[in-house]
């Protein structure tokens, strides 16, 4: 038996649930889970980004971003909207 990488397994478990949603729910169903899984990674990358990376930074005049500091990123403990994420 060849053995398959995670991912692919990952992939393929993705593959299923889409294809097991689309049998179950025809195409309206495919569609909206689709548009909810594009949503929902939009919303955690840029949670990502402004907790990681912040939103303002200075460049220097080679155009160079300064250092990361506590000033351009932060960790919320939690939230009612941001159950920890």
Known sequence: MIA???MVWFSGLHLLMAWTIYVVFGWSGLKHQMVYAVVGAWY???INYIEHYGLLRVKDSQGISESI???HSWNAISSPILFRI
């Open 69 to 71: 500091s506590r000033y």
């Open 44 to 46: 955690l990358e840029m």
């Open 4 to 6: 398959l990488n995670k």
